[in-house]
C-alpha cells in the first residue's frame, strides 16, 4: 500500500450486521468445534472472530479472518515491524499479540489514522521527501511515526532513532524517512529555526 | 470465573488464575500463562510450543503494580519494559528496560514474562541478579518468595504464576551495558550489570549470557569492596582494567557451560564480558577515566575487536552517551 491509500480508500469493510440469535449461534458453534469466538475493535469498528485458531497472532486476525490489509505481514517474530498497530494508544507489532487477548482493546491500524490531520501530514511528507519507495513498511512507519509524534512533537534525532529501532526499511536507508519527519515538525512549526541540518541523517 | 471451551481464559484476579491453571492441568491440558506475547506468541506460531488452554493476565490489574515502600520496590509481573523506563525511583532499572528490544518490544513484553522465559542474557534478569532481588509466585500451595538466582536455579513450577519481584531501593549509582546483535530485533549475547550501594559499601555485579542464567562476579565484587575509597565513591583507573581482568578470569572458568549463538563463541563472550564489566565498572565510579587510556587497556587485540571498537561501542560515541539507548551500537539502519 502507497501512503496515499493509507488514510481514504483503505478503511475497514463496514461491520457485518450480526444480530443476537446469529451471535449465539456462532458462539454455540465455535464452542462446540472448541473454535474461539471473540470481538476485536479494529479501527473503531467492532468486528467478531470467528473459528479462529487459538494461538492465532493478532496480525494473522486482522488479514487472515477480517480483510484488514492495512497491517503487513514480513517476519511474524516481532523484528521488522510492519504489521505495527497501536493497542490502546501504544505501538505494538501485532505478530506478538495474542489475538484472543485484544480482545477488549482498542487496536487501530494505518487505516484507522485517517481522521487524525498528523498522520494525514504524516502520510504527505513520506510521498513528496521520497520515504516510501517499494512502500512495504510504510504502513508500519507511519503508525509508529503517528504514535511518536502526537506523544513528542519535538522528538530530535536520537529519539526519532530510538522510537523507529523496530521498523525496517530494506529500501530508503531511513534517511528520507527522517526527512519526512523533520518535514512535517517544519511544516507544524515545531523544528527549530535552522534546524534544516538536521534533515539530512548522517549515519 | 469465565470459562470456555475455546482454550482462551482471562482471569481478573490472581487468586482466579491459579485456580484456573491448576484445573486445566487436572484437566491434562498443557497450559500456558500469557503476559505480553513477545516470546510466547511467536513460539505458538513457529509451532515450539503446543498449548490447549492460554490464561491471559491482561485483565488481572494487580499484576500491573508497581510499588515503593520505605527500603524496597516492588514491581507486578504485568509490569511492561515501558513501564519501567521512565521510573526515576530505580534509573538502573530504567536504563535497562530501555535498551531492551524495540518500541514495539517494550511496550508489550512484562516483567513476568522475562521471568517466565528466563533468557540467559535477559536484560531485566542480568539487572536483577546484580540488585539481589526477590521473586513472588503463588501456586496452589500458597504464595513463596525467593531470591531470583534460586528461583532460575530451580526447576520452575509448572502451576506457580509469577506475581512480583522485589529488589531494594538503590543505593548510589547503577549502570547495565549489553552487546549483541541489532538490538530491536534480537536479545543480547552478553550483558552485564554493576549496582554500588555507597551506604553499606557494597558492589554486585552480574554477566548475563555467559551460562544459564546471570552470573555473580564473586571474585571481582570482592576486589571492588577493597578497591572503592567509599567516601568519595570513587576507585583509580587502574582498578577500572583489574576489575575486568577479574570478571575474565571468572567467565573463562565457566567455559564449559558457555551458551553457543549464532555470533558469540565462548571466546567471543569471555572477551566482552569483561569488557563490558570494566565499563560498567568505570561507569559507576570514576567516569573521568581517560576514555583513550580505557580503550586501550581494555582492547588489546581482541578477537572481535571490531564489534568492540570504541566508535561502534564505546563511551565516545553517541551510541553509548548514558542519555541514549542504543549502547550496543544499533540504529533503525542496524550497525551490522
Ligand atoms: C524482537 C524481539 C526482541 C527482543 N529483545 C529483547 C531484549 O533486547 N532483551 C530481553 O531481555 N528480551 C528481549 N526479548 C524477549 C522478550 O521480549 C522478553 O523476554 C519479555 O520480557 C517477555 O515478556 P512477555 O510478557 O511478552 O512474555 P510472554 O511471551 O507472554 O511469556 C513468556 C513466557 O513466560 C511465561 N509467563 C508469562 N507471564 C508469567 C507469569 N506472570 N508467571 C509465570 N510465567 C509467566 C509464559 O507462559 C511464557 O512461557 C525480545 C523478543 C522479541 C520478539
Ligand atoms: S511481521 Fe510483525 S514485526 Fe515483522
Ligand atoms: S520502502 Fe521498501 S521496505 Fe521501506
Redesign the interface.
Known amino acids: 500500500m502507497s501512503g496515499s491509500e493509507a488514510g481514504s480508500n483503505a478503511g475497514p469493510e463496514p461491520p457485518r450486521p450480526l444480530g443476537a440469535e446469529a451471535e449465539a449461534e456462532a458462539e454455540a458453534a465455535a464452542e462446540a468445534g472448541g473454535l474461539a469466538l471473540y470481538r476485536l475493535n479494529v479501527d473503531g469498528f467492532l468486528r467478531t472472530v470467528s473459528g479462529a485458531w487459538l494461538g492465532d497472532s493478532l496480525l494473522t486476525v486482522l488479514r487472515d479472518r477480517l480483510g484488514v490489509t492495512a497491517v503487513k505481514d514480513a517476519c511474524e517474530q516481532g523484528r521488522c515491524g510492519a504489521c505495527s498497530v497501536l493497542i490502546d494508544g501504544r505501538l505494538a507489532a501485532s505478530c506478538t499479540v495474542l489475538a484472543a487477548d485484544a480482545d477488549g482493546t482498542r487496536v487501530v491500524t494505518v487505516a484507522g489514522l485517517g481522521a487524525s490531520g498528523l498522520a494525514r501530514a504524516i502520510q504527505a511528507r513520506f510521498l513528496s521527501e521520497g520515504a516510501v519507495q517499494c512502500g512495504f513498511c510504510t504502513p508500519g512507519f507511519v503508525v509508529a511515526v503517528t504514535e511518536l509524534l502526537t506523544r513528542r512533537p519535538d522528538a530530535d534525532d536520537q529519539e526519532i532513532r530510538e522510537a523507529l529501532a523496530g521498523n525496517l526499511c530494506r529500501c530508503t536507508g531511513y534517511g528520507r524517512i527522517v526527512a519526512a519527519i523533520r518535514a512535517v515538525q517544519q511544516e507544524r512549526g515545531i523544528l527549530p529555526i535552522g534546524g534544516e541540518d538536521d534533515v539530512e541523517w548522517h549515519p | 470465573m469465565h470459562w470456555?471451551?475455546?482454550?482462551?481464559l482471562?482471569p481478573s484476579t490472581v487468586g482466579e488464575a491459579v485456580e484456573m491453571l491448576s484445573a486445566a492441568r487436572a484437566a491434562g491440558l498443557e497450559a500456558a500463562l500469557?503476559g505480553?506475547?513477545?516470546d510466547?506468541?511467536?513460539a505458538?506460531?513457529a509451532g515450539q510450543r503446543q498449548?490447549?488452554t492460554?490464561i491471559?493476565l491482561?485483565?488481572v490489574l494487580e499484576l500491573r503494580v508497581r510499588g515503593a515502600g520505605a527500603d524496597r520496590l516492588t514491581i507486578g509481573a504485568g509490569v511492561t519494559y515501558?513501564d519501567l523506563v521512565g521510573w526515576s525511583l530505580s534509573p538502573g532499572l530504567a536504563r535497562a528496560a530501555r535498551v531492551v528490544?524495540?518500541?514495539?518490544?517494550r511496550?508489550?513484553g512484562t516483567v513476568g514474562g522475562a521471568l517466565g522465559s528466563a533468557r540467559p542474557a535477559s536484560d531485566l534478569l542480568t539487572f536483577l541478579t546484580a540488585a539481589d532481588a526477590e521473586v513472588l509466585t503463588v501456586s496452589p500451595r500458597g504464595p513463596r518468595r525467593q531470591p531470583l538466582a534460586r528461583f532460575l536455579a530451580a526447576r520452575p513450577e509448572p502451576d506457580a504464576l509469577v506475581t512480583a519481584v522485589r529488589l531494594a531501593r538503590p543505593g548510589g549509582p547503577a549502570t547495565y551495558l549489553k552487546i549483541g546483535g541489532r538490538?530491536?530485533?534480537?536479545p543480547a549475547e552478553v550483558s552485564c550489570a554493576v549496582v554500588v550501594d555507597r551506604v553499606r559499601h557494597t558492589l554486585a555485579c552480574a554477566v548475563g549470557g555467559i551460562g544459564r542464567q546471570p552470573v555473580r562476579m564473586v571474585e571481582a565484587e570482592a576486589y571492588a569492596q577493597a578497591a572503592v575509597d567509599w567516601a568519595t565513591g570513587t576507585v583509580s583507573s587502574a582498578a577500572a582494567a583489574r576489575f575486568a581482568d577479574l570478571v575474565t578470569e571468572a567467565t573463562q572458568a565457566l567455559t564449559p557451560t558457555l551458551p553457543v549463538g549464532p555470533h558469540g563463541s565462548a571466546r567471543y563472550r569471555i572477551h566482552a564480558a569483561g569488557v563490558l564489566a570494566g565499563r560498567a565498572f568505570a561507569r559507576c565510579l570514576n567516569p573521568a577515566i581517560a576514555r583513550p587510556a580505557l580503550a586501550a587497556t581494555l582492547l588489546p587485540a581482541a578477537p572481535h575487536s571490531d564489534f568492540l571498537r570504541p566508535d561502534t561501542f564505546g563511551p565516545d560515541t553517541?551510541h553509548a552517551d548514558p542519555a541514549?539507548?542504543?549502547v550496543d551500537g544499533?540504529?533503525?539502519?542496524g550497525a551490522r
Open positions: 470456555s471451551a475455546s482454550g482462551m482471562r500469557l505480553g506475547g513477545t510466547l506468541v511467536p505458538l506460531r498449548v490447549q492460554i491471559g491482561r485483565r515501558t528490544g524495540s518500541a514495539q518490544i511496550n508489550t538490538q530491536a530485533a534480537y553517541p541514549t539507548p542504543h544499533t540504529g533503525p539502519q
